[in-house]
């Protein structure tokens, strides 16, 4: 059912705050979007996107593409449950991904801030994890590896990481079938990564996981994204109307 715009704002508020990272040693800003009529009182909490952005980008990567209007308009339409985003700011994303450590600040810094500081309902049916470009890499390689954590799982114009194509079968076995995320892939035809979401789509199909797979017109590109935000945080909140 839609909400109730009149009695409330009708456009979602984003704010940006600064958390101090004892594992990376450097504070890390976090933007945050509270949808329309959020209510800090409202029983059972609400569910938490995670958003990661691509390199050379910033937390308002997401914002900037659209997903701020895109979630206000499924959430006043009564299309989608309302949610909550979450957008980190990567700084160093110019370091190997190998030894880094922002999943563990992710993980064990900033979702347990989130949840001491919003009314979002905890447990990992409550949590998505997506990202674009670089994010994306991330998105697969911490849901993978930490299946305990979040349901829903996003990777858009995938990269991957050197190495996670070779750990990917690994990482799927290691998951009871029971708690195997939810999946969606999507890259451009034309984009300059497209052999490497195509082989992680076919490893995959091989495992027999479940998934969505979309290869769309398109380049690596912030045209791309913008086209498909609309797309993304419906999947996303698919999940939470009808669970896994």
Same mark, same amino acid.
């Given at each position: 059912?839609?909400?109730?715009?009149?009695? %409330?704002?009708?456009?979602?508020?984003v704010e940006?705050?600064? &958390?101090e990272?004892?594992? #990376?040693n450097?504070p890390?800003f976090?933007?945050?979007?509270l949808?329309? %009529?959020?209510d800090?009182?409202?029983?059972?909490?609400?569910?938490?996107?995670y958003l990661?952005h691509?390199?050379? /980008?910033d937390?308002?990567?997401?914002?900037?593409?659209g997903?701020?209007a895109?979630a206000?308009?499924l959430?006043v339409?009564?299309?989608?449950?309302?949610?909550?985003m979450?957008?980190p700011?990567?700084e160093?994303?110019?370091?190997?991904?190998?030894?880094n &450590?922002? +999943?563990?600040?992710?993980i064990?810094e900033?979702i347990?801030w989130?949840?001491?500081? /919003?009314?979002v %309902? +905890?447990?990992?049916d %409550?949590r998505? #994890?997506?990202g674009i470009?670089?994010?994306?890499?991330?998105?697969m390689?911490?849901?993978l590896?930490?299946?305990?954590v /979040?349901?829903?799982?996003?990777a858009h114009?995938?990269p991957?990481f050197?190495?996670?194509l070779g750990? #990917? +079968?690994g990482?799927?076995?290691a998951? +009871?079938e029971?708690?195997?995320p939810?999946?969606?892939?999507d890259?451009?035809? /034309?984009?300059p990564?497209?052999?490497?979401a195509?082989?992680?789509?076919?490893? #995959?199909?091989?495992?027999?996981?479940?998934?969505?797979?979309? &290869?769309?017109?398109?380049?690596?590109?912030e045209?791309y994204?913008?086209?498909?935000?609309?797309d993304y945080l419906? =999947?996303?909140a698919a999940? =939470?109307?009808t669970g896994k």
């Amino acid at each position: 059912m839609p909400i109730n715009a009149q009695a %409330c704002a009708a456009q979602g508020v984003v704010e940006r705050y600064q &958390l101090e990272s004892e594992l #990376l040693n450097a504070p890390v800003f976090v933007s945050v979007y509270l949808p329309p %009529c959020y209510d800090e009182s409202m029983g059972g909490g609400y569910p938490a996107l995670y958003l990661l952005h691509g390199q050379t /980008f910033d937390d308002r990567m997401w914002i900037d593409l659209g997903a701020v209007a895109q979630a206000d308009a499924l959430i006043v339409s009564g299309d989608a449950r309302p949610f909550l985003m979450v957008m980190p700011y990567e700084e160093f994303y110019y370091r190997e991904e190998d030894g880094n &450590l922002f +999943p563990e600040a992710v993980i064990d810094e900033i979702i347990p801030w989130v949840e001491r500081s /919003f009314n979002v %309902c +905890p447990g990992k049916d %409550c949590r998505a #994890l997506g990202g674009i470009s670089r994010g994306a890499s991330w998105s697969m390689r911490i849901g993978l590896t930490r299946p305990d954590v /979040f349901s829903l799982l996003g990777a858009h114009s995938l990269p991957t990481f050197r190495g996670d194509l070779g750990r #990917l +079968p690994g990482w799927l076995e290691a998951i +009871p079938e029971d708690d195997m995320p939810r999946i969606y892939l999507d890259t451009g035809r /034309f984009d300059p990564e497209v052999k490497a979401a195509y082989r992680f789509n076919g490893v #995959l199909d091989e495992k027999g996981v479940p998934h969505e797979w979309h &290869l769309n017109e398109g380049r690596h590109n912030e045209e791309y994204w913008m086209a498909h935000i609309q797309d993304y945080l419906r =999947w996303y909140a698919a999940g =939470w109307e009808t669970g896994k």
